[in-house]
Structure formats: structure tokens, C-alpha cells
């Protein structure tokens, strides 16, 4: 089992920056890519980013160029760094957690977080 918890979310205006981060425990050494998805009211939970544990990255069209993710292999974290935030990017941020394959399909991730609200005012 591997277990996610997320942190770092919070209020924020449009224009700001925030950090989020996920802290996995567990059998960390099975997972093959972690990634970021969030889900605002109403709306099917959307991929962002993922990346492998060699280091690949992917993103949605919607996040590239203001979202980063990155790790700490030492830490067990995933960072998601979140610049010209928009308040459509208002949802719960998810951590999610995939033992094999690669891609955006949140029906292939096998562990996820509980989540963390990100609010953005305009």
C-alpha cells in the first residue's frame, strides 16, 4: 500500500503563486510516476502533470508554462509549483499515484490523496 497526503494548499489572488506538496509513505519503492489532478465543483477531475520516476514530466495544455511539478526522491515528495494563478484554477488538488505505465488516464493511477483546496480570487 502507498499511502499520499497532500499539503500546501490554501487562498490565494489572481496573479500569486502557491506550492503544493505530496508527501507519499508506504511502498514507495513500487510506484512507477506520480501526478497531479484537480476536480472543481461540478466538473470531472482533470489530469495536470505527472512525472516518472526517471524524471519524465507531462503536462495538460491548460497548466504548461505556469505549472511545474518536481520531486524529492530523498523526501518521498512531489511539488506542484503553481505561478499566474487564474481563478478558474479554483478546484481540489489531488496526488495521485501509478504503479506502472505512463500517461494522464486517472483511472490508471492506483493510490490517491485526499486533497487540498485551492482557492484563487479575482
Known amino acids: 500500500q502507498v499511502q499520499l497526503v497532500e499539503s500546501g494548499g490554501g487562498l490565494v489572488q489572481a496573479g500569486g503563486s502557491l506550492r503544493l506538496s505530496c508527501a507519499a509513505s508506504?511502498?514507495?519503492?513500487?510506484?512507477?510516476?506520480m501526478g497531479w489532478f484537480r476536480q472543481a465543483p461540478g466538473k470531472e477531475r482533470e489530469f495536470l502533470t505527472a512525472?516518472?520516476?526517471?524524471?519524465?514530466?507531462l503536462y495538460a495544455d491548460s497548466v504548461k508554462g505556469r505549472f511545474t511539478i518536481s520531486r524529492d526522491n530523498v523526501k518521498n515528495t512531489v511539488y506542484l509549483q503553481m505561478n499566474r494563478l487564474k481563478p478558474e484554477d479554483t478546484a481540489v488538488y489531488y496526488c495521485?499515484?501509478?504503479?506502472?505505465?505512463?500517461?494522464?488516464?486517472?483511472?490508471?493511477?492506483?493510490?490517491w490523496g485526499q486533497g487540498t483546496q485551492v482557492t484563487v480570487s479575482s
Open positions: 508506504g511502498r514507495t519503492f513500487s510506484i512507477y510516476a
Open positions: 495521485a499515484a501509478r504503479l506502472s505505465g505512463w500517461g494522464h488516464n486517472r483511472v490508471e493511477y492506483d493510490y
Open positions: 512525472i516518472s520516476w526517471i524524471g519524465d514530466t
